[in-house]
């Protein structure tokens, strides 16, 4: 079955300093793969996407994710996080053929002055 | 503007009382969906639809009904809400597996 797994339920960075959130799925084929940004009381927003081709994917933002099919993963990035990065953070997979979709439980990220 | 419209917003309800929340997109996107919302638990995807009059289940259908009878408009029904359907309702709407449009989002809270 296919699933996605966020390990990191919180986390904390300084402004300015890097970041990387961590996104593990689940599938038999090459998946669909989607970064989504929540702020607080609004809907989901699109980070960046990955269907084929180049794995190092840049986005909206500042942010990049990397498709490395050994390891499913498809962690996402960015070199130096502003205060206004902080929201919730979620992964999705998107199984081909049939338009379902399965997010990630999510990370919520704080940002520090 | 490009938008998926919920309504309404917030909802409160009794047990077994039925609902409606609505969901419209002005986009002309064949692919409409809904999601709910809970702590720990993610976005999961309750039903999803394809184009008019082709709708699918997602990972938690029980409970829900949809229809499809415009491709603008994706309705979720409950036809007899219980307290654990308490949750926050997204709609979102797209152009096959592109970009995910998602509504500003429904708190339900089922007494």
């Known amino acids: 079955a296919q699933s996605v797994t966020q390990p990191d339920i919180h986390i904390t960075v300084s402004e300015g300093a890097s970041l990387e959130l961590r996104c593990n799925y689940s599938?038999?084929?090459?998946?669909?793969l989607f970064w989504y940004v929540q702020s607080p009381g609004q809907g989901l927003q699109l980070l960046l996407k990955?269907?084929?081709?180049?794995?190092l994917v840049q986005g909206i933002k500042g942010f990049e994710a990397e498709f490395k099919r050994s390891q499913s993963s498809f962690n996402l990035r960015k070199p130096s996080v502003h205060w206004s990065d902080a929201a919730e953070y979620f992964c999705?997979?998107?199984?081909?053929?049939?338009?379902?979709?399965?997010f990630g439980t999510g990370t919520r990220l704080k940002v520090l002055a | 503007e490009a938008q998926v419209t919920q309504n309404p917003r917030y909802l409160i309800t009794v047990t077994g009382k039925k609902l409606t929340v609505t969901c419209s997109q002005n986009?002309?996107?064949?692919?409409m969906s809904w999601y709910r919302q809970d702590p720990g638990l993610g976005l999961r995807q309750i039903y999803y639809s394809m184009n008019v009059e082709v709708t699918d289940k997602g990972d938690v259908p029980e409970g829900y009904k949809v229809s499809r009878k415009e491709k603008r408009n994706f309705p979720l029904i409950l036809e007899s809400p219980s307290p654990n359907q308490t949750s926050l309702y997204f709609c979102?709407?797209?152009?096959?597996?592109?970009?995910?449009?998602f509504g500003s989002g429904t708190q339900l809270s089922v007494l």
């Open positions: 990955y269907f084929s081709g180049d794995t």
């Open positions: 986009m002309n996107h064949e692919y």
């Open positions: 599938y038999g084929a090459t998946p669909y």
């Open positions: 999705a997979v998107g199984a081909s053929g049939t338009y379902k979709y399965i």
């Open positions: 979102a709407s797209s152009t096959g597996f592109g970009k995910l449009f």
